[in-house]
């Protein structure tokens, strides 16, 4: 019979999925706090240092794709890189990564209060409300997943 065990008692041997971990550990830790925020603070009514005025379009530091400030996806990203990070900080009592999580849900908190003290989204509240009259939204409830997901995951 299958049992479930505990994150921690779940290591790598040395080899090939060793070598992922670490490589999606310096991963997550390249990644740039603000970026990773970058929709959060836009709907939070915040400016990004580099942004008031955008004379270089290429040299903005952004995250794109589905993190384009003009996706309907955007932010959820953040969820699944909250979840990643919380394993890694569970299994290894990572100092780095949790100094990263800390900030960045620091930062939430800050938008959060900045929306009046309940939307945390990287989108619109809005976008829902498409969802009740049959409009088109590329799944708010998913994105909104994600993050919720990856703050439990961060919690626990």
Request: with cysteine; net charge negative.
């Amino acid at each position: 019979m299958i049992q479930k065990t505990k994150l921690q008692d779940t290591n790598l041997l040395n080899g090939i999925f060793k070598e992922r971990e670490l490589l999606n550990r310096n991963y997550l830790l390249e990644l740039d706090s603000q970026c990773l925020l970058q929709n959060f603070y836009l709907e939070a009514g915040i400016i990004m240092p580099g942004l008031q005025v955008i004379n270089s379009p290429e040299n903005v530091k952004l995250h794109w794709g589905w993190e384009a400030p003009t996706c309907q996806l955007r932010g959820h990203f953040l969820g699944h890189y909250l979840s990643a990070c919380s394993y890694l900080i569970a299994l290894y009592n990572d100092k780095e990564l949790l100094a990263k999580v800390d900030h960045i849900v620091d930062e939430l908190e800050r938008c959060q209060k900045l929306n009046g003290g309940k939307w945390i989204g990287p989108i619109p509240e809005k976008y829902f409300y498409r969802l009740e009259t049959n409009e088109y939204i590329w799944s708010p409830q998913y994105t909104i997943h994600k993050l919720i997901l990856g703050l439990i995951h961060t919690f626990e």
